[in-house]
């Protein structure tokens, strides 16, 4: 898989990975653990996950 894939399929996939972050937060998981489930579950670096996370803060995505 090139890098080209992998960013697109990320920015796909972006919203869905902070959507799961914050449902996790939501259910009293804290941030590191939210961030290791992000890692783990979508296949994602740790500075993906955070790059993802300020970007929904900062656009107020949904659910915020």
Avoid: N
Wanted: glycine letters at 4%.
């Amino acid at each position: 898989m090139t890098q080209d894939t992998i960013d697109q399929q990320l920015a796909e996939d972006r919203k869905e990975i902070f959507l799961a972050i914050v449902e996790a937060q939501d259910q009293e998981m804290d941030v590191a653990r939210s961030r290791k489930l992000a890692v783990d579950r979508f296949g994602v670096s740790e500075s993906q996950v955070r790059r993802i996370e300020r970007e929904g803060m900062d656009r107020q995505w949904p659910p915020l």
